[in-house]
Structure formats: structure tokens, C-alpha cells
């Protein structure tokens, strides 16, 4: 019994350690201006960034998480031209929609379209992102299909109560690895006509 007390208060441990290492750690995250903080949501400035992306027929979060991420993920581990490990960034960027999905992964600042590595893989696409102005919410926890619409339709209805126009589909953007359980994040964002004054 007291073995069994002993072995199980080191395992705690060690799963409050690995929580506060995946708090803690400095992962790099994609550069965006705050221009506006509302009560709910805040307009940001995005400028260029390269992307990997793939695109895919699954129509939930879950489908598209498990697939898209697999392929992404073995790119940026050395399944490239170069093969040369990229560094793992946040967030990771799900459009879900009912004709087809696509996931991105952003690529470090010190990449671009000319000097990344090439994917082995032909679905896994390379582009550059526009700049564009977004409207972002955050809610924490896991995600799921139905977290997303329910912050989506928040995120909707604030805008529409703001006067701000919207535009394209509501975006996911997650930033935490699965095994991550505590400070969990998560976004909903859309793109937006905004002019700062």
C-alpha cells in the first residue's frame, strides 16, 4: 500500500512538472498588432506569414485535427528536401467548413516561401498569407466542434452588435499540444474590413 502511494504521488508529480514545462515553455507564436480591445473579442493586425498547409474533405474538428496534423507534423520533422527539423509554432490554424477544410501550420519568422525546406508530401501546400485584419475571441479548455460554433456565433453576434463587417469563414486557431491540460487556449477569428483611425 505504501509502495503503491508512493509510486502513484511520483507520477503526479511528474504529470505537474510536464504541465507547468508546456506552460512555461517559449514556443514561437505568430506576430500580430492589437489595433482594438472590445468586451469580447479584439481586432488584430496580422502581416504576412509563410504557411503549410493541407486541405482535406473532413467536416469536424476532430477529423481534421487527427489527419491534417499527422501530415503537417512529419513535414516539419525532417519528411522535406532538406530533411530538416522545423520548429514547432502556435497557433495552429483549422478552417472547417462544409466544402473542404484545410489546416496550417505557421512557419518560424525566420523562413519564407524561397528558403523553407519542401514537403515530401504533394498535398501539403506552401503559400504566403496575406496581411489581414481579424476579429479574435479566446475561450480555454479542449476544443471541440461544438466550443467552436458556440464561440463562432458569439464572436458573430459581437461584431454585428459593434457595426464591424465581416467576411470569408470563422477560423479556429489552437495553441496547445493535446497532452497539455492545464492554461489550455484557444481562438476563434474572421477576417474583417477595418481602417485604423
Known amino acids: 500500500m505504501k509502495t503503491t502511494l508512493i509510486i ?5 508529480a511528474l504529470v505537474f512538472i510536464s504541465q507547468l514545462y508546456f506552460i512555461m515553455a517559449k ?4 506576430a500580430y498588432k492589437i489595433i482594438k480591445t472590445e468586451k469580447d473579442f479584439e481586432i488584430r493586425l496580422y502581416p504576412p506569414a509563410t504557411m503549410a498547409s493541407v486541405s482535406m474533405n473532413a467536416k469536424t474538428y476532430k477529423e481534421l485535427s487527427s489527419s491534417g496534423f499527422s501530415k503537417l507534423a512529419s513535414f516539419i520533422f525532417g519528411r522535406n528536401n532538406s530533411k ?3 520548429a514547432m509554432t502556435t497557433p495552429v490554424h483549422m478552417d472547417i467548413n462544409n466544402s473542404l477544410s484545410s489546416m496550417s501550420f505557421v512557419m518560424p519568422a ?3 516561401y524561397d528558403n523553407l525546406p519542401k514537403p515530401n508530401d504533394s498535398t501539403i501546400t ?3 498569407a496575406s496581411e489581414e485584419y481579424v476579429a479574435a475571441i479566446a475561450f480555454g ?3 471541440d466542434d461544438e ?7 458569439k464572436l458573430e453576434n459581437a461584431l454585428k452588435a459593434s457595426g464591424i463587417a465581416y467576411f470569408g469563414n470563422f477560423r479556429f486557431l489552437g495553441y496547445n ?3 497539455q491540460f492545464l492554461g489550455r487556449k484557444n481562438e476563434i477569428i474572421v477576417s474583417v474590413t477595418f481602417k485604423e483611425q
Not at 502513484?8 to 503526479?12: D, F, Q
Not at 466550443?147 to 456565433?153: D, F, V
Open 8 to 12: 502513484l504521488a511520483i507520477v503526479l
Open 27 to 30: 514556443t514561437e507564436t505568430q
Open 84 to 86: 530538416e527539423n522545423i
Open 110 to 112: 525566420n523562413y519564407n
Open 126 to 128: 506552401i503559400k504566403t
Open 141 to 143: 479548455g479542449y476544443a
Open 147 to 153: 466550443q467552436i460554433k458556440i464561440y463562432a456565433t
Open 177 to 179: 499540444a493535446p497532452y
